[in-house]
């Protein structure tokens, strides 16, 4: 593993997609501005059948990378039978991964545009299949305490009934981007939960999400990007990506330094407090 530069405080990427096609042009490049900036360590989440086995190989060339396998809401409806047998597999070459993507989405249903790209060919679980294999999931990384990356749009209610009614693993389990209110923080923390700022949230639509990250406990907050997706907002980029070959911004993992500056900011406080306790609650959820 790279060592961090000395000036800098080590960065954790709690979410991102570092294996997606979108990225693979520039991987030599984004790896070498991710040592730059200080990254230590960046958790890899695969979500469909199709691209575990892309998570595991770049996760043995890059030891930055952390490993997670999971089955997002996105891609329940597409699963093969023999799903639950191949993600056990995964962990049978990579014991000390994560599970995750997985979760809850209530937008591909209700909001969705029937056209949208991002879903073609996919077809939308009913938000009871959804649940279904969240919550094997779920048990499935609590009977190993493995911590799990969670995703949810529009089913807070849900998740928060699932989660108290089924097993959880001890470590806990994140949050990812979170974008519910203030007041399911505390119930949330006290069933474990992590919460995960997101660059893209410092667009000026998300000013109430930017308002609930204000006042997150410390012990509870982590930083990530989700890359390739969810850009910064122009302004805030310091690092560019060509764009994808259709035509959509492609967010650069090293954004992530932005995010923390960002996120330091907001709270009042210096970026190297910040990070350290961003360090300390990446390796209490996803230390081995």
Known sequence: MHSTPPHLPPLFDAHCHLHDAWLVPHRDVVFAELALIG??????????????????ALARERPVVLPSYGLHPWDAGNRSPGWKARLVAQFVHDPGAAVGEIGLDRWILDDAKPDDPRLAGLRRAPLDEQAEVFTWQLEFAAER?????????QAWGLLRELLESRRRPARGFLLHGYGGSLEMVGPF???GAYFSFNGAFLGPRHAAK????????????????????????PEWR??????????????????????YAALASLRGVNVVELAAAVEANFNRLFGR
């Open 189 to 191: 923390a006290e069933l």
């Open 238 to 259: 310091a690092h560019e990506l060509p764009q994808a070959p259709d035509g959509s911004v492609i967010n650069h993992p090293a954004n992530l330094e932005t995010s």
């Open 39 to 56: 990254l230590k360590r960046a958790v890899v989440n695969g979500s469909s059948e199709d691209d575990w086995t892309e998570v595991s």
């Open 145 to 153: 305490n493995l911590p799990a990356s969670i995703h949810c749009l």
């Open 210 to 233: 930017r308002e609930v990250f204000r006042k997150i406990p410390a012990d509870r907050l982590l930083i990530e990007t989700d890359a390739p997706a969810m850009p910064l907002p």
